[in-house]
């Protein structure tokens, strides 16, 4: 698969404010996503690709009310770096559903490490088994559309025996 060569400014023109802009809000949305993994961008750009993860943490931070202690820029850094290492596989539109949880979240009272890798994890957990069950689906509907095609191959060739025979009979 060949990778777009992706330019500093137009990542961040689409992911900089994409937690609080984003239009996906699920995970089915997240899903129907196609845009590049975390760990493609990670090729071209990782120290934008970073800067722009820690934004987003910043932001989360910002979302705390005022007497709420704050995630250290040390901390932000080494988290941004972590998701970047470990979360390759997640998307931008996944974040973007992570983070909005998190900020949702009746636990939110203060930000950590913890909580955003937890919260990535369990996500993480949910869409493979989302994935999961879609597979299943799909291949019930394909067995299930082979019975179909099997019974109608079998109706076909019994009509066309009788035919043959009908043929012979006549003659």
């Known amino acids: ?22 239009e996906i809000m699920t995970m089915q949305q997240a899903m129907q996503d ?26 989360l931070n910002k979302m705390l009310p005022p007497n709420y202690p704050k995630m250290p820029m040390e901390q932000v850094t080494f988290c941004a770096k972590q998701i970047v290492n470990d979360y390759k596989h997640l998307r931008f539109s996944d974040l973007s559903v992570c983070f909005r949880r998190i900020a949702n979240s009746k636990h939110f009272g203060s930000l950590s490490m913890n909580s955003i890798i937890d919260t990535l994890d369990q996500y993480t957990e949910e869409k493979f088994n989302a994935f999961e069950q879609r597979s299943m689906d799909y291949k019930n509907q394909n067995s299930f559309n082979e019975v179909r095609t099997s019974d109608n191959t079998i109706k076909e060739f019994i009509k066309d025996k009788n035919k043959s025979i009908n043929k012979y009979e006549s003659k």
Not at 2 to 20: C, H
Not at 45 to 55: A, D, F, H, S, T
């Open 1 to 22: 698969m060949i990778i777009p060569m992706l330019s500093t400014k137009a990542l961040k023109q689409k992911y900089e404010a994409k937690v609080y802009n984003s």
């Open 34 to 59: 196609k845009s590049l993994t975390l760990g493609k961008i990670n090729v071209q750009k990782p120290i934008v690709l970073e800067g722009l993860i820690e934004g987003w943490i910043v932001w």
